[in-house]
Nanobody, 118 residues
């Protein structure tokens, strides 16, 4: 069973930075595309960044140029470097496997809260 453990969230001032980590177990990490999702209060969860098996990346328009997704296959870990944070980035951030999420299967980790003060 896939286990996803997110960490690195916190409180930061607008314009600040945070680096999120996602430790993955229960799958062959290097053979799966991975994604970072976020859910703001009262809103649906959205995909903000995706990284493929070959390290290709895609970003939601709202974070493009500010966030950078990366992965370390040797550590079974994925990262999200978030710069120039804005109040609209406030959300609980989750990691998951897009293929599983799109199929409506799988579980979510506990997520990590990101709060940006203006």
């Amino acid at each position: 069973q896939v286990r996803l453990v997110e960490s690195g969230g916190g409180l930061v001032q607008a314009g600040g930075s945070l680096r999120l980590s996602c430790q993955v177990s229960g799958i062959v990490f290097r053979l799966n595309a991975m994604g970072w999702y976020r859910q703001a209060s009262g809103k649906q969860r959205e995909l903000v960044a995706r990284i493929g098996i070959g390290h290709s990346t895609n970003y939601a328009d709202s974070v493009k140029g500010r966030f950078t997704i990366s992965r370390d296959n040797a550590r079974n870990t994925m990262y999200l470097q978030m710069n120039s944070l804005r109040p609209e980035d406030i959300a609980v951030y989750y990691c998951n496997i897009p293929q599983i999420v799109d199929a409506g299967r799988g579980n979510w980790g506990q997520g990590t809260q990101v709060t940006v003060s203006s």
